[in-house]
């Protein structure tokens, strides 16, 4: 029997993370005793804060072992409620909260649940690797809209009102963006946020990146502007970026109660709820101040500025100075070379990884991950000098 008929059409549409794939790449040569510089990282490379590991080691002491709600413990769930109304103006109840195995199980289990088959899902290019891939799985319309550096990679009015047709059913915003780093202010959400009132669009808010943010910019919530928006987002966060959790996974929504309703239902047959232990390890997280993001924050400032003032001094490379998240979005059209080449060539021949643009939707792009030490970026830029130069 020929492959292709084994498998579902849905998957053929799905095309393999490029991100993985570099990264699978870099720890071959790794283990092969090569000193790889990793900028393909997408995750802090803090550990966990002992308060939290210690809070799941009581969890698994204690016998907190077996399943909970499938939307997550009543604990942690107005914890959740609690983070939104003091971060972002928000007020939730529990019950419009759902908790899920990380942020991208949220954004996935949303998508199923809002977008129809044909239906046109809109979202910024460059946008994350995933967002269309999910789309796709969901038999609807991935439209890109592509930004421009001079707008620092941010939809504009004008381009999403050009975008919309009578199938546009759904918004995906990621802000602060992977792999951008751009940040939206409350003024450009607002102009975002009266469109997509005005013509019944659905946003999913993706905010990972919230308490990652530089310059004293200060993140805002598009569902904070009042009762018409809020009816229409699903506001998505986590714990993986702000405390250093990625592996952890736990990620969280909260929204409509009638879509919250459908997602809760969607959880019930898929994975049920996320990790007992884990959700233990997030109550913690929730009641702690915010001294660890704050301090994470400050570090990631210190080594954008670090990486920036780098590249402004290799000729062929240019960015746009990115104001939240851990990643520059490197321009190499000056190299002339493809963002794949690039990446497999630094890597094969001064054993530095990062992201092509590619997967990105940004070919004449690479994705610089800061999310090392400062050790390792400076030998890392090091050799990216040497070998743009050359």
């Given at each position: 029997?020929?492959?292709?008929?084994?498998?579902?059409?849905?998957?053929?549409?799905?095309?393999?993370?490029?991100?993985?794939?570099i990264?699978?790449?870099?720890?071959?040569?790794?283990?092969?005793?090569q000193?790889?510089?990793?900028?393909?990282?997408?995750?802090?490379?803090?550990?966990?804060?002992?308060?939290?590991?210690?809070?799941?080691?009581e969890?698994?002491?204690?016998?907190?072992?077996?399943?909970?709600?499938?939307?997550?413990?009543?604990?942690?769930?107005?914890?959740?409620?609690?983070?939104?109304?003091?971060?972002?103006?928000?007020?939730y109840?529990?019950?419009?909260?759902?908790?899920?195995?990380?942020?991208?199980?949220?954004?996935?289990?949303?998508?199923?649940?809002?977008?129809?088959?044909?239906?046109?899902?809109?979202?910024?290019?460059p946008?994350?690797?995933?967002?269309?891939?999910?789309?796709?799985?969901?038999?609807?319309?991935?439209?890109?809209?592509?930004?421009?550096?001079?707008?620092?990679?941010?939809?504009?009015?004008?381009?999403?009102?050009?975008?919309?047709?009578?199938?546009?059913?759904?918004?995906?915003?990621?802000?602060?963006?992977?792999?951008?780093?751009?940040?939206?202010?409350?003024?450009?959400?607002?102009?975002?946020?009266?469109?997509?009132?005005?013509?019944?669009?659905?946003?999913?808010?993706?905010?990972?990146?919230?308490?990652?943010?530089?310059?004293?910019?200060?993140?805002?919530?598009?569902?904070?502007?009042?009762?018409?928006?809020?009816?229409?987002?699903?506001?998505?966060?986590?714990?993986?970026?702000?405390?250093?959790?990625?592996?952890?996974?736990?990620?969280?929504?909260?929204?409509?109660?009638?879509?919250?309703?459908?997602?809760?239902?969607?959880?019930d047959?898929?994975?049920?709820?996320?990790?007992?232990?884990?959700?233990?390890?997030?109550?913690?997280a929730?009641?702690?101040?915010?001294?660890?993001?704050?301090?994470?924050?400050?570090?990631?400032?210190?080594?954008?500025?670090y990486?920036?003032s780098?590249?402004?001094?290799?000729?062929?490379?240019?960015?746009?100075?990115?104001?939240?998240?851990?990643?520059?979005?490197?321009?190499?059209?000056?190299?002339?070379?493809?963002s794949?080449?690039?990446?497999?060539r630094?890597?094969?021949?001064?054993?530095v990884?990062?992201?092509?643009?590619?997967?990105?939707?940004?070919?004449e792009?690479?994705?610089?991950?800061?999310?090392?030490?400062?050790?390792?970026?400076e030998?890392?830029?090091?050799r990216?000098?040497e070998?743009?130069?050359?």
């Amino acid at each position: 029997m020929r492959i292709d008929t084994r498998l579902s059409e849905r998957l053929k549409k799905i095309n393999p993370s490029s991100t993985l794939a570099i990264t699978a790449k870099a720890k071959k040569l790794k283990a092969e005793g090569q000193d790889v510089v990793n900028f393909s990282a997408g995750e802090p490379d803090f550990d966990t804060p002992d308060f939290i590991k210690n809070a799941a080691i009581e969890a698994i002491k204690s016998g907190f072992t077996k399943y909970t709600p499938t939307t997550g413990t009543p604990e942690l769930k107005k914890l959740v409620c609690d983070k939104f109304s003091k971060d972002n103006g928000l007020t939730y109840a529990p019950e419009q909260v759902v908790v899920s195995c990380g942020a991208k199980h949220s954004i996935f289990n949303a998508i199923t649940v809002l977008a129809n088959r044909g239906d046109d899902v809109l979202l910024a290019s460059p946008y994350w690797v995933s967002y269309p891939e999910m789309i796709n799985l969901c038999e609807a319309n991935p439209r890109f809209i592509n930004t421009l550096p001079e707008d620092k990679f941010k939809i504009t009015p004008k381009e999403l009102k050009k975008h919309l047709t009578p199938r546009t059913k759904l918004l995906i915003l990621n802000s602060p963006s992977n792999p951008t780093g751009c940040v939206y202010s409350a003024a450009e959400l607002k102009e975002i946020a009266a469109i997509c009132v005005e013509k019944k669009i659905f946003v999913i808010s993706d905010e990972i990146y919230e308490k990652i943010v530089f310059d004293n910019f200060k993140h805002v919530s598009i569902a904070s502007f009042g009762k018409d928006i809020y009816d229409l987002t699903i506001t998505v966060n986590g714990l993986s970026k702000s405390h250093s959790m990625t592996g952890w996974r736990i990620g969280y929504l909260a929204g409509p109660k009638d879509i919250i309703d459908c997602i809760s239902k969607l959880q019930d047959h898929t994975t049920s709820n996320p990790c007992s232990i884990a959700q233990k390890a997030a109550e913690a997280a929730l009641k702690a101040p915010d001294d660890f993001s704050k301090k994470l924050c400050v570090e990631f400032q210190k080594r954008r500025d670090y990486v920036i003032s780098r590249l402004d001094k290799i000729k062929k490379l240019g960015y746009v100075r990115p104001q939240g998240a851990f990643y520059i979005f490197c321009d190499i059209s000056g190299t002339k070379i493809g963002s794949e080449e690039f990446a497999n060539r630094l890597l094969e021949e001064k054993f530095v990884s990062l992201v092509p643009g590619k997967g990105f939707g940004a070919d004449e792009y690479v994705r610089i991950s800061y999310a090392t030490s400062m050790e390792q970026l400076e030998k890392g830029l090091n050799r990216i000098e040497e070998w743009v130069g050359k």
